[in-house]
C-alpha cells in the first residue's frame, strides 16, 4: 500500500524559515517523480514543487521559485520542502504527492494526508 | 500557465441522479487532464487520468470525457458517499487546478 506521510508543519512568523519531510512507502521511491501541492484555507489546490526521480531536476511556479526548495533522499524514501522567507499568502494544508504517469509533468496518483503551515506574527 | 475555468462551483443533486462536472482550459492541453476528488477534511483523491482513464479502485459509476479544451467529469448513479468537492487538473504544461465543484445531495 502507497503511504505518504508529511512532517514538520506548524506556526511560524512571517520572514522565517522551515522545512517540511514526507516519508514514503509501499513502492520504489527512487523510481517516481514527487511533487508537493498546497491547499490555502477554503481555497483550492496550487501545485508548488516537483522533482525528478534522481533530484537533479526541479521545478517551481513563480509564486515560489527562489524561496522554496524541494530535495529527496532515495536511500530514506524521504522528500522534503525547505520554505525560506514565508509569507501570510504561504499559509495553507501541504500535501506530498507522487507522480504518476512515469514523467515529470502529469498527475498525482497518491497523495499525503497533508501538513498545515501558518505563516503569521 | 494554462489557466482551468470549472464550473459549477456548487452543485446540488439527488440520490441516484447522474452529475456532470465541466472543466475548460485555455489552450489545448491534448488529453493532459485528471480528475479528483476531496472529501471534507481529507487529502483530495485521484479519480480519472488521461481524461478518461480510471484510477485503481474507483468505482466504474465515475467517467470522463472531452478533448482539447473542454472536459468533463460524469457521476452515474450518485452515492451518498460521492458527496465531496471535485477538482480538475491539467498536466500538459506545469500542473494548475481547476476552482472546484462542492457537490452536495439535495
Known amino acids: 500500500e502507497v503511504q505518504l506521510v508529511e512532517s514538520g508543519g506548524g506556526l511560524v512568523q512571517p520572514g522565517r524559515s522551515l522545512k517540511l519531510s514526507c516519508a514514503a512507502s509501499?513502492?520504489?521511491?527512487?523510481?517516481?517523480?514527487m511533487a508537493w501541492v498546497r491547499q490555502a484555507p477554503k481555497k483550492g489546490l496550487e501545485w508548488v514543487a516537483t522533482?525528478?526521480?534522481?533530484?537533479?531536476?526541479?521545478y517551481y511556479p513563480d509564486s515560489v521559485k527562489g524561496r522554496f526548495t524541494i530535495s529527496r533522499d532515495n536511500a530514506k524514501s524521504s522528500l522534503y520542502l525547505q520554505m525560506n522567507s514565508l509569507k501570510s499568502e504561504d499559509t495553507a494544508t501541504y500535501y506530498c504527492?507522487?507522480?504518476?504517469?512515469?514523467?515529470?509533468?502529469?498527475?498525482?496518483?497518491?497523495w499525503g494526508q497533508g501538513v498545515m503551515v501558518t505563516v503569521s506574527s | 500557465d494554462i489557466q482551468m475555468t470549472q464550473s459549477p462551483a456548487s452543485l446540488s443533486a439527488s440520490l441516484g441522479e447522474t452529475v456532470t462536472i465541466e472543466c475548460r482550459a485555455s489552450?489545448?492541453?491534448?488529453?493532459?487532464l485528471a480528475w479528483y476528488q476531496q472529501k471534507p477534511g481529507k487529502s483530495p483523491q485521484l479519480l480519472i487520468y488521461?481524461?478518461?482513464s480510471l484510477h485503481t479502485g474507483v468505482p466504474s459509476r465515475f467517467s470522463g470525457s472531452g478533448s482539447g479544451t473542454q472536459y468533463s467529469l460524469k457521476i452515474n448513479s450518485l452515492q451518498s458517499e460521492d458527496v465531496a468537492s471535485y477538482f480538475c487538473?491539467?498536466?500538459?504544461?506545469?500542473?494548475?487546478f481547476g476552482g472546484g465543484t462542492k457537490l452536495e445531495l439535495k
Open positions: 509501499g513502492f520504489t521511491f527512487s523510481n517516481y517523480y
Open positions: 488521461n481524461a478518461n
Open positions: 487538473q491539467q498536466y500538459y504544461d506545469y500542473p494548475t
Open positions: 522533482i525528478s526521480t534522481s533530484g537533479s531536476r526541479t
Open positions: 504527492a507522487r507522480l504518476g504517469g512515469g514523467t515529470g509533468s502529469g498527475y498525482f496518483d497518491y
Open positions: 489552450e489545448d492541453i491534448y488529453n493532459g
